[in-house]
T-cell receptor, first 116, second 116 residues
Framework: AQKITQTQPGMFVQEKEAVTLDCTYD???????LFWYKQPSSGEMIFLIY??????QNATEGRYSLNFQKARKSANLVISASQLGDSAMYFC?????????????FGKGTTLSVSS | GAGVSQSPRYKVTKRGQDVALRCDPI?????LYWYRQALGQGPEFLTY????????KSGLPNDRFSAERPEGSISTLTIQRTEQRDSAMYRC??????????????FGPGTRLTVL
């Protein structure tokens, strides 16, 4: 079974609109972390935001917020006031902390296109 | 340098040749990860080092792939007898350890490997 599922291959939004990128995850661990990375066309991987499984409040970083619904095992990324520079591939990832040193498990990504 | 560096950035080789990909992590980062990313997909874990110890190599696809980090800093991923299916972006990431509940992984720019 997929550990990280991103069901939206592509999303289209206009500048200044908010957009939600979906991510669901599958783990039996109680301790885990959820990450979102942005990959623009240049290919770099840019860390955006983190949510720990024990964090009671949703994480926020500037225009990025994470809608964490633990019971539903979802960790959707919300980008407010989209900008043209937000056009990129977005990856949701998980790290299971009960397994020391394990790597990030990534979803297949969602391509976001922001138009003027 | 401030970030993770990788070399070469691009490598074109003929089927059957060996290649060595280098990663120089952020200074002081003791955890180092190798990932492989196919076009349009998320990165997939290959192997993990804590200092010089290779603690997880479960993601290496077969015995043609090997990695080392002899002095706990620079790492080399070697692919022997390359095949066309090895063509991908190979990414290195590093993070601080010992693990806390949050360890952001900083990614390098990647090496784009093309096997002809």
């Amino acid at each position: 079974a997929q550990k990280i599922t991103q069901t939206q291959p592509g999303m289209f939004v206009q500048e200044k609109e908010a957009v939600t990128l979906d991510c669901t995850y599958d783990t039996s661990d109680q301790s885990y972390g959820l990450f979102w990375y942005k990959q623009p066309s240049s290919g770099e991987m840019i860390f955006l935001i983190y949510q720990g499984s024990y964090d009671e409040q949703n994480a926020t970083e500037g225009r990025y917020s994470l809608n964490f619904q633990k019971a539903r095992k979802s960790a959707n990324l919300v980008i407010s006031a989209s900008q043209l520079g937000d056009s990129a591939m977005y990856f949701c990832a998980m790290r299971e902390y009960n397994q020391a040193g394990t790597a990030l498990i990534f979803g297949k990504g969602t391509t976001l296109s922001v138009s003027s | 340098g401030a970030g993770v560096s990788q070399s070469p950035r691009y490598k074109v080789t003929k089927r059957g040749q060996d290649v060595a990909l280098r990663c120089d992590p952020i200074s002081g980062h003791v955890s180092l990860y190798w990932y492989r990313q196919a076009l349009g997909q998320g990165p997939e874990f290959l192997t993990y080092f804590n200092y010089e110890a290779q603690q997880d190599k479960s993601g290496l696809p077969n015995d043609r792939f090997s990695a080392e980090r002899p002095e706990g800093s620079i790492s080399t991923l070697t692919i022997q007898r390359t095949e066309q299916r090895d063509s991908a972006m190979y990414r290195c990431a590093s993070s601080l350890d010992p693990p806390s509940s949050y360890n952001e992984q900083f990614f390098g720019p990647g090496t784009r490997l093309t096997v002809l």
